[in-house]
């Protein structure tokens, strides 16, 4: 995978998708944003691949630390429009290989053939309309973000499309009239600053995460690593956080009740178990019937039936 100065190119390498331009100099100091004693400022963007690629460390790190921070999520603007050709890329036709080649990296289920099919012009629609949930439930908005990520990397739905939004919008219970008003409206300058927020911090691409403490001590880390490395930013700021590390349960209940869908490999980092192992437990609730599977032709991913 070469020709990486284009943002629909993602470096596994590096577990990131970056902007052409920017660099690691000059980063400002985070404000406080929170009351827990800390918390992570995660950029991020509904179409960055390595961000779908680092969903089962995130899972984990709000099991088991969800108490002790807060992740406050900002979108990034990955793909303004198509109006550039760099790093090999021209048209959205020459993204759909590359889609699948970090599937296997991360070994996340990404079907690039939405890009064959019914291909994005823009990365902002779907941006805009998760500030636009966000102004209604943060909580809501964090589910209306994970389904659209549904969408895009495993059901080839182009999210930059309303019908999509609006129907991620109406099954995590957020009102879909008002999303639609709030991202004409309010949601687009909300938008803006975060774009102005990541140029002001010089994030260069996607995920960056900024772990930060009630004294302004960070630790950043860029791209998808394995989870000790997000793990030991939380122990250098908070060295007594480990003595509250709430482990997950491995009862599958537990686990489906907090997330109602999961693929094989964020089953396996959250609950400790081999890949094997995840894939026949996964197997056996299915044949019993209490999870639904869908496949896709990189990956599966299971959900709990209603």
Same mark, same amino acid.
């Given at each position: 995978?070469?020709?990486?100065?284009?943002?629909?190119?993602?470096?596994?390498?590096?577990?990131?998708?970056?902007?052409?331009?920017?660099?690691?100099?000059?980063?400002?100091?985070?404000?406080?944003?929170?009351?827990?004693?800390?918390?992570?400022?995660?950029?991020?963007?509904?179409?960055?691949?390595?961000?779908?690629?680092?969903?089962?460390?995130?899972?984990?790190?709000?099991?088991?630390?969800?108490?002790?921070?807060?992740?406050?999520?900002?979108?990034?603007?990955?793909?303004?429009?198509?109006?550039?050709?760099?790093?090999?890329?021209?048209?959205?036709?020459?993204?759909?290989?590359?889609?699948?080649?970090?599937?296997?990296?991360?070994?996340?289920?990404?079907?690039?053939?939405?890009?064959? +099919?019914?291909?994005?012009? %823009?990365?902002? @629609?779907?941006?805009? *309309?998760? !500030?636009?949930?966000?102004? =209604? /439930?943060?909580?809501?908005?964090?589910?209306?973000?994970?389904?659209?990520?549904?969408?895009?990397?495993?059901?080839?739905?182009?999210?930059?499309?309303?019908?999509?939004?609006?129907?991620?919008?109406?099954?995590?219970?957020?009102?879909?009239?008002?999303?639609?008003?709030?991202?004409?409206?309010?949601?687009?300058?909300?938008?803006?600053?975060?774009?102005?927020?990541?140029?002001?911090?010089?994030?260069?691409?996607?995920?960056?995460?900024?772990?930060?403490?009630?004294?302004?001590?960070?630790?950043?880390?860029?791209?998808?690593?394995?989870?000790?490395?997000? +793990?030991?930013?939380?122990? %250098?700021?908070? @060295?007594?956080?480990? *003595?509250? !590390?709430?482990?997950?349960? =491995? /009862?599958?209940?537990?686990?489906?009740?907090?997330?109602?869908?999961?693929?094989?490999?964020?089953?396996?980092?959250?609950?400790?178990?081999?890949?094997?192992?995840?894939?026949?437990?996964?197997?056996?609730?299915?044949?019993?019937?209490?999870?639904?599977?869908?496949?896709?032709?990189?990956?599966?991913?299971?959900?709990?039936?209603?």
């Amino acid at each position: 995978m070469k020709n990486r100065n284009n943002p629909l190119i993602c470096d596994p390498e590096k577990g990131s998708c970056e902007i052409p331009g920017f660099s690691e100099e000059n980063e400002a100091s985070l404000p406080k944003a929170s009351e827990k004693p800390l918390w992570v400022t995660y950029f991020t963007d509904p179409i960055c691949s390595s961000c779908w690629g680092i969903e089962p460390q995130l899972r984990k790190l709000k099991m088991e630390y969800g108490a002790l921070l807060e992740i406050k999520y900002h979108m990034g603007g990955l793909l303004p429009d198509w109006s550039y050709n760099s790093g090999g890329i021209s048209k959205p036709a020459d993204v759909a290989s590359h889609w699948d080649e970090v599937s296997l990296h991360y070994d996340m289920p990404i079907d690039g053939d939405v890009w064959l +099919e019914d291909p994005l012009d %823009s990365s902002y @629609p779907p941006s805009i *309309a998760f !500030k636009a949930a966000q102004m =209604q /439930d943060t909580d809501k908005a964090l589910l209306f973000l994970r389904r659209i990520k549904e969408m895009v990397f495993l059901e080839k739905k182009n999210i930059s499309k309303w019908e999509h939004l609006r129907a991620a919008a109406v099954e995590t219970g957020l009102d879909p009239v008002k999303l639609a008003s709030d991202a004409k409206g309010s949601a687009k300058q909300y938008f803006q600053e975060d774009l102005q927020l990541a140029g002001h911090w010089n994030v260069r691409g996607f995920p960056t995460l900024f772990f930060t403490d009630d004294k302004g001590n960070q630790e950043k880390i860029y791209g998808v690593k394995p989870y000790h490395v997000y +793990e030991a930013a939380i122990l %250098s700021l908070l @060295p007594g956080a480990e *003595a509250e !590390k709430v482990r997950p349960d =491995q /009862d599958w209940q537990s686990l489906f009740s907090t997330y109602p869908s999961m693929t094989r490999k964020e089953l396996s980092v959250i609950a400790g178990l081999s890949s094997a192992d995840a894939e026949s437990l996964l197997g056996n609730l299915v044949t019993e019937g209490k999870l639904k599977l869908s496949s896709t032709k990189n990956g599966k991913i299971w959900k709990i039936k209603n």
